[in-house]
């Protein structure tokens, strides 16, 4: 799945074009390593790294989501990390 579409399923970021300008800025890290593009793959087990507001979210990916579901379903796919 594209990482800016996980992102948006994940209700990490209001719209996908907000994500996607998430990560053509530069602003999201995968696996440690620095993502230029909303094309970015992700998958099972991954590490997001990304600011959000003053603090920056580290979170493990769980599964894959196959929608946009209720942010109650949504918190279901990742676990974060502190």
Do not use: C
Not at 32 to 48: F, N, Y
Request: hydrophobic letters at 50%; a positive charge.
């Amino acid at each position: 799945m594209r990482i800016d579409k996980l992102l948006f399923f994940l209700r990490l970021a209001k719209s996908r074009s907000l994500a996607l300008s998430w990560a053509e800025a530069g602003h999201i890290r995968l696996n440690g390593r620095r993502i230029e593009k909303g094309s970015a793959a992700v998958r099972v087990g991954d590490i997001i790294t990304m600011p959000l507001g003053e603090a920056v979210l580290t979170l493990k990916l769980l599964s894959v989501p196959v929608r946009r579901g209720p942010a109650s379903e949504a918190q279901l796919f990742y676990q974060r990390i502190d």
